[in-house]
């Protein structure tokens, strides 16, 4: 029997999912796929899994002892979901559990099992029919994250193989259900999809009692959306009645600039200081710190099995990109002021509360992410300052204003060149809608929209486009490849990939051994036994293949904390940083102390840059690894190292996690995992930039003055800096990173990129120079 606590009990009868347990439960019992579809907050993620738990899943002994499983694009929402209905249910984490890349309460007692789409898809690999589980839920199928949108395909041929195992009698599970759950009604891609479902499975909406939401435009659109933000905020504290305020920004600076200005207007220290009753509406500032941070942490929510990569920053000088409709902002502050009262026929509350500013990201450290779940001190205004996360991963309690600037930051990939950006674009109408529904949970909302009704007509895409259609699919087709599906241009996308985006994919995965000789339809063949063992990593295949053939010298668990690094990317915080504090806190410094972080940062930049004089920044990130364990970890060592202490964190834990693997898998080696590691020997360092060459052959750039014979040849250069270089594939000058080791020494003829990130030029990062004489 199931007990919850009566503060659960009271508020899931509010939810409008409990009213619809009835008709849900009978379509999952009649049918094997079903489609749930309802807003963001009517209860999916929470309360589906507990119908199907009440209903005796997930339970030995009962019909459907198998798991439930949950999957989430993001590792918030695993965590954060999966700590909720515990609670929701009053059972322990090793009952509810999560399962990430790097962390996991999984038990043999678990029954109700949420994770991410990426853990999913290489459960598949191991085990095909997945038969730990009866019932697996793919929730938030309308973000259309390219796992989400692969485990789809695939399970629909997993549900077609375990069915017919039961009928043909043979021992083993019973049939496996799934579930499709979507914020949107937008499903025909996967419903009206023949090769996915040869008969359409039946849609269940889910009435939402979503209360209205008045949506604000602006009169124009500024590009200066941060300071708009900042005003926008300022103004519903200072005027409108309680209710939380939720503001969309893109990304990680971005949000800590804005959590602290408020903090300094508003908190709860700038409260208590200030005489009551006087209305401080900030003041449009000059562009400064805030409206144009030079540098950004993008924001990568999915797990990165596809990728192997984090992403890069952007460059030092460019703007925000992207926005052409840079129009000068006319509208005074008076104006604005009575504008935002008449228009919500409000007359100014007073403003004795303080703001309670929480920021939400995917790189902040989870107890941070979950202070939005937290009852706001009393006297106080919650706001948040979010990324998409808000957008439908989770549903923030009390809030009753958002502010929408528009905007989000999402990863392009040219499928020619290779080239990856990180770009501030508009978001699509569908997720305007979302993020306004945000504000209309709790009773009837305000949606200020930071531009212009014309720009959202005109400029908005109706949808967000699927992301297989803008990213890498090297690692996804290798893991297919595992799952014995040799022709992957015929797999049941729900939408296609692009044919180059796959012949390219294929290629790459021939070049690292992975691929043995094309099978008829397809540019690669099956998987090789090296690819076997690649496809074992939650890895892109380059890193898999320096882990499988990095042996040499005793060097494999250089190689493992090399590769655990280049997957979880760069740690440093880059010169352009060094203003924002890493995690969210809110602090401000004098001059002199910057001045002394400044020397103490370049200090840190020469010790790990200078490891067996490398002019490498894949070894400078090895360094401090090294550095950081022996060290003991910690917060201290990150500050004065000037590394984000989650990365280490994660990079920590992904050693350890590969070492397992290898231990487990093929090596059959034992007790590989030695966090502390002596720096490496001459003759371990030689092989790893061996291992780094032999995967990343394909991105090697010459400096362009030994290509081109138009110039003359034999030029001393004493900085890398500005000096081109041509790269194979890419029809244009690339430019080491100036945040790299390389960038600041003379210009090696050969290096290796990891990456190519353009911003106003197309740039080289994770660098390393070949053959150092
Ligand atoms: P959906 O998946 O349909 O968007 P959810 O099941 O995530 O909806 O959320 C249902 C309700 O549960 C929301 O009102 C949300 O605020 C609440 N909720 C979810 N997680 C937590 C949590 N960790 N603490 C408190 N309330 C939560
Ligand atoms: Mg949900």
Redesign the pocket.
């Known amino acids: 029997t199931i007990q919850r606590p009566p503060e659960v009990q009271e ?1 899931r009868l ?2 409008p ?1 409990v009213a619809e347990e009835q008709p849900i439960m009978e379509a999952i019992l009649l049918n094997p796929i079903v489609i749930v579809c ?10 589906v899994p507990q119908f199907l738990y009440e209903a005796g899943f997930g339970t030995p002994g009962s019909d459907n002892p198998g798991m439930i499983g949950v999957t989430q694009p993001r590792r918030v929402a695993a965590m ?2 999966a ?2 209905v515990a ?1 929701e249910l009053s059972l322990t984490s090793s009952k509810v559990s999560y399962q990430i890349r790097y962390d996991g309460t999984v038990s043999p007692d678990t029954s109700i099992k949420f994770m991410t789409d990426g853990v999913l898809l290489r459960e598949l690999a191991t085990d095909f029919l997945l038969t730990k589980y009866s019932v697996i839920i793919i ?1 938030e199928a309308h973000e259309r994250s390219i796992n989400t949108d692969i485990l789809i395909g695939v399970l629909s041929r997993v549900l077609k193989l375990r069915e017919d195992m039961w009928r043909n009698g043979k021992d083993g599970p019973k049939p496996l259900r799934l579930i499709i ?1 979507s ?1 949107t009604l937008r499903v025909s891609d996967f419903a009206e999809n023949r090769a996915l479902f040869p008969s359409p499975p039946p849609i269940i909406n ?1 009435a939402a009692r979503q209360h209205p939401v008045t949506v604000h435009f602006s009169r124009r659109t500024s590009s200066d959306y941060v300071n708009e933000a900042i005003r926008k905020v300022g103004k519903i504290h200072t005027r409108l009645p309680p209710g939380g305020i939720l503001v969309f920004l893109t990304g990680q600076n971005e949000i800590n600039g804005v959590c602290r200005r408020l903090e300094e207007m508003f908190g709860k220290k700038a409260h208590s200081n200030r005489n009551l009753k006087v209305a401080v509406v900030p003041k449009k500032t000059p562009t400064d710190t805030i409206s144009h941070i030079a540098l950004e942490q993008a924001d990568v929510e999915a797990e990165e099995i596809e990728l192997g990569f984090d992403a890069p920053e952007e460059i030092p000088g460019d703007d925000d990109g992207g926005d052409e409709f840079d129009v000068d902002d006319l509208e005074s502050d008076g104006d604005g002021d009575r504008a935002l009262n008449e228009e919500l026929g409000l007359n100014a509350a007073e403003t004795e509360s303080f703001m309670h500013i929480v920021p939400l990201y995917s790189l902040l450290p989870s107890d941070k992410q ?1 202070k939005v ?1 937290e009852t706001p001190p009393p006297n106080s205004r919650l706001v948040v300052v979010s990324t998409n996360v808000a957008e ?6 009390g809030i009753r204003y958002v502010v929408d600037c528009g905007r989000a930051k999402e990863r392009r990939y040219d499928v020619s060149s290779g080239i990856q950006s990180f770009q501030v674009t508009w978001v699509s109408k569908a997720s305007a809608a979302q993020r306004a529904g945000r504000a209309g ?1 709790t009773g009837p909302g305000h949606c200020y929209r930071l531009y212009s009704s014309a720009l959202f007509e005109h400029h908005f895409d109706k949808f967000t486009q699927p992301e297989i259609l803008r990213t890498p699919i090297e690692g996804i087709v290798l893991q297919m490849k595992s799952m014995h599906i040799d022709v992957v241009a015929n797999f049941p996308f729900p939408t296609s990939p692009d044919r180059d985006m796959l012949r390219k994919a294929e290629k790459l995965l021939m070049t690292l051994g992975a691929l043995g000789s094309p099978t008829a339809g397809a540019v690669g063949g099956e998987i090789t036994v090296l690819g076997k063992s690649m496809a074992l990593f939650p890895l892109h295949p380059r890193f898999s293949r320096m882990l499988v053939s990095g042996q040499q010298h005793g060097s494999l668990p250089y190689v493992i904390a090399m590769v655990a690094a280049l997957a979880v990317g760069d740690p440093f915080i880059h010169e352009e940083g060094l203003a924002t504090d890493d995690d969210g806190d809110n602090s401000s410094s004098s001059p002199e102390a910057v001045r002394a972080r400044r020397q103490a940062y370049f200090q840190t930049k020469a010790t790990h840059s200078s490891l067996g004089n490398s002019m490498s920044d894949v070894f400078k990130v090895l360094s401090v690894v090294g550095a950081y364990e022996y060290a003991g970890g910690g917060h201290k060592f990150c500050a004065d190292h000037f590394v984000r202490l989650k990365m280490m964190e994660e990079i920590h834990k992904l050693r350890s996690q590969i070492s397992n693997i290898i231990e487990a898998g093929f090596l059959g080696t034992s007790a590989l995992f030695t966090p502390q590691l002596p720096p490496p020997s001459d003759l371990q360092l030689k092989s790893l930039r061996q291992l780094l060459t032999g995967a990343f052959i394909d991105q090697v750039a010459v400096r362009k003055d030994l290509v081109d014979q138009n110039t003359e040849s034999g030029i001393q250069y004493s900085m890398a800096k500005g000096i081109p270089y041509r790269a194979i594939g890419i029809d244009e000058d690339v430019f080491l990173h100036p945040s790299s080791v390389l960038a600041g020494a003379s210009p090696p003829q050969y290096v290796i990129y990891t990456e190519v990130v353009r911003t106003s030029r197309a740039w080289l990062k994770g660098l390393t120079m070949i053959n150092p004489s």
Do not use: N, Y
């Open positions: 508020s509010l939810l999912i309802g807003e963001t907050g009517s209860g999916k993620t929470t309360q954060s979901m700590s909720r609670h929730d759950m914020a889910v979950m779940f439908t991963s989770l549903t923030i309690p949970r």
